[in-house]
């Protein structure tokens, strides 16, 4: 079977004359195409098996995942939250990662679920909750699934209604986390599946402290500033794709730990423009209120032989 370049499984058929075995019983072919993948079947002539379909079916088999969906809040401030698809077998070192940086639970993780390489998920409140994410007019927050990176999100929470759940000292509502179907193929049409599903298992209670609305108002203006300029999620990012090979000296300098540097490698592997954003905010949500972090961040990069980047951040 081979797969050609519009995605779909076509049937060729060799002949033992066309095969032959070199050293180590490795079995060669000549094809006239280059075909971008190929998988050697073998069955007689009286099998009916339909075997585009079964090519697609081991396709799938090998694309999926098995992954739990955590939650998790930051220990001192229940408002700032991280949600994160993890494959079930790296689940218990995530989390114990997780909590060296200050994120614990509850609520505890999902139940065991499956994801394809690819696969889209939407992260929701329940409607009748009063939990919310902080920024306005935004519902939903949407991440795709593969498996070499992080596959994590990071967001602030707020109340829908200070005056919501009178009877209890906190803020409820369920997190809910929502699948969307990929693309599927056959042989002679597409089907696109469009509706998102809500994933069995993954609906968790969540919880925010209330607080004396006198003080919850003073906090609003001097606790939740938006970061912006070069310290921002987005400034941080554009200086991630630009540091390059030198991020671990870059590192050294801004105090990041050799242990903490192997868990962003460990949770970002084979992606090293993911690693160098991981530490970036890392070093960021370390540093105190007071600190000049533009100034820290600029001496750092002079230190790791980025002069040019030095000169880009001061700049803002």
């Known amino acids: 079977m081979a797969k050609t370049n519009d995605d779909r499984w076509q049937h060729i058929n060799l002949d033992e004359k066309d095969m032959r075995i070199s050293r180590n019983d490795v079995v060669e072919f000549d094809v006239s195409y280059p075909y971008p993948t190929m998988l050697l079947l073998t069955s007689s002539s009286a099998d009916r098996t339909s075997k585009p379909r079964l090519a697609r079916e081991i396709e799938e088999w090998m694309e999926t995942t098995v992954v739990n969906f955590i939650f998790h809040?930051?220990?001192n401030d229940k408002t700032l939250a991280i949600a994160q698809l993890v494959p079930q077998e790296g689940r218990l070192q995530l989390d114990a990662d997780l909590s060296d940086l200050g994120y614990v639970g509850p609520p505890e993780p999902s139940n065991e679920f499956e994801l394809r390489e690819?696969?889209?998920?939407?992260?929701?409140?329940?409607?009748?909750?009063?939990?919310?994410?902080?920024?306005?007019?935004?519902?939903?927050?949407?991440?795709?699934?593969?498996?070499?990176?992080?596959?994590?999100?990071?967001?602030w929470l707020k109340e829908k209604n200070v005056y919501g759940n009178p009877t209890s000292d906190e803020y409820k509502a369920n997190v809910e986390l929502y699948s969307k179907a990929l693309d599927l193929k056959n042989e002679n049409e597409k089907n696109t599946a469009?509706?998102?599903t809500l994933v069995d298992g993954c609906t968790l209670p969540l919880t925010i402290p209330k607080r004396e609305l006198k003080k919850m108002v003073r906090q609003k203006s001097i606790y939740k500033p938006r970061i912006e300029g070069v310290l921002s999620d987005e400034g941080l990012r554009d200086l991630s794709q630009e540091v390059g090979t030198e991020f671990k000296s870059l590192g050294t300098h801004l105090g990041i730990k050799h242990a903490q540097m192997q868990r962003i490698i460990r949770d970002n592997p084979n992606n090293m423009e993911d690693q160098i954003f991981e530490m970036l905010l890392n070093w960021r949500r370390g540093q105190p209120k007071s600190a000049d972090k533009v100034s820290l961040l600029v001496q750092a990069l002079k230190k790791a032989e980025r002069t040019d980047l030095a000169e880009k951040v001061a700049r803002g």
């Open 73 to 75: 809040q930051f220990r």
């Open 118 to 155: 690819g696969q889209e998920v939407s992260i929701r409140f329940n409607a009748n909750g009063n939990i919310d994410f902080q920024d306005d007019g935004v519902s939903e927050k949407r991440m795709k699934f593969y498996r070499g990176r992080s596959n994590r999100e990071q967001f």
């Open 194 to 196: 469009t509706d998102w």
